[in-house]
């Protein structure tokens, strides 16, 4: 539904060089920063949730990946709906994308104007491996 892409510059030329030695310093401190990110857009996107039952806005979940060094975090909502027509399809993303529903970019909307505050846990990040790293 939206992607939203955080670059840090020279973050993969380090771990390459550093290989071993970075990983118990930036490791920990990086996944701990994703599932901050995860769980802030999480309750941004369920907070901006339309509520009519509520079964969509207790559907949205966050996960980082599983890697060692995880490279993502996903944010969805996994709640469905049935019709005549079709059975179990993603009813957020149809909310999301049909203009004819009055809900058009509910999910992703509130998630681009919160992209700033996503800036603090990455300066937090920073702040835990330059803490690590010192001692």
């Not at 920073?126 to 010192?134: E, L, N, T, Y």
Request: hydrophobic content about 30%; charged content about 35%.
């Amino acid at each position: 539904m939206f992607r939203l892409k955080l670059k840090l510059s020279g973050a993969d030329t380090l771990l390459k060089k550093l290989r071993n030695e970075a990983e118990p310093v930036i490791g920990e401190p990086w996944r701990e920063m994703l599932e901050d990110v995860g769980h802030a857009a999480e309750k941004i996107a369920s907070s901006g949730a339309p509520r009519a039952s509520g079964k969509l806005a207790s559907s949205i979940r966050s996960r980082v990946s599983k890697s060692a060094r995880p490279k993502w975090v996903k944010v969805e909502a996994t709640a469905t709906r049935s019709s005549r027509r079709y059975k179990r399809y993603p009813y957020g993303r149809r909310l999301e994308y049909d203009p004819s529903r009055g809900h058009k970019g509910w999910f992703s909307k509130p998630l681009e104007r919160a992209t700033p505050q996503f800036r603090s846990e990455i300066q937090r990040f920073g702040g835990k491996v330059q803490q690590r790293w010192a001692s």
